[in-house]
């Protein structure tokens, strides 16, 4: 999965979160999307599913602690309901 996040218009200091599924060569866009009051919820979000953004457990300063986009995520189900996603059972 790669994830997409974007200002909310809605909510200042909100963000969207959308996704892609990557299968193979094509990318079907998910009709799915999280909102999250701030970022410090979509990074919990993140850790709550397992997915840490830093490396070996260390913050890289050079890098935003934000989903990468350009990132293929390998999630489960289960993540994906952390992450805020309305995912059936």
């Known amino acids: 999965m790669k994830f997409k996040t974007q200002p909310d218009p809605e909510h200042p200091g909100g963000y969207l979160m959308r996704f ?8 079907e866009e998910g009709a799915l999307q999280v909102r999250f009051p701030d970022k410090v919820k979509l990074q919990g979000a993140f850790l709550k599913a397992g997915l840490y953004l830093h490396s070996f457990g260390h913050a890289d300063t050079g890098r935003d602690v934000m989903p990468d986009p350009n990132q293929d995520y390998e999630v489960t189900n289960e993540m994906m309901r952390d992450l805020g996603f309305d995912i059936p059972a």
């Open 20 to 27: 892609t599924r990557v299968i193979n060569i094509t990318h």
